[in-house]
Nanobody
């Protein structure tokens, strides 16, 4: 059974940092593209960052230079290091695993990130 479990969310002041983790129960984790999405109240879910099975990365324009996505295939875990956080980064952050060849697309339950003074 596939599981994606996010952790590391919380309340942080503007300018602060957080690191999100997503631990995956997933066969052959290394072949999946992994991503972080976020959804703020009243908004659609949006892509924040993606890291491919080839370790290529993609970032939303709004987080470039502030956020870094990485993965540890030995630990079946993907990370999102978030620096210089802004109030507009407040959202529920979701982990996603995708493999187009298997028509697989999995989601975690989400972790709340609140940036406020």
């Amino acid at each position: 059974q596939v599981q994606l479990v996010e952790s590391g969310g919380g309340l942080v002041q503007p300018g602060g940092s957080l690191r999100l983790s997503c631990a995956a129960v997933l066969s052959i984790f290394s072949i999946y593209d992994m991503a972080w999405y976020r959804q703020a109240p009243g908004n659609q879910r949006e892509l924040v960052a993606r890291i491919g099975s080839d370790l290529s990365t993609t970032y939303a324009y709004s987080v470039k230079g502030r956020f870094t996505i990485s993965r540890d295939n030995a630990k079946n875990t993907v990370y999102l290091q978030m620096n210089i956080l802004k109030p507009e980064d407040t959202a529920v952050y979701y982990c996603n695993a995708r493999h187009s060849g298997f028509a697989a697309n999995y989601w975690g339950q989400g972790t709340q990130v609140t940036v406020s003074s």
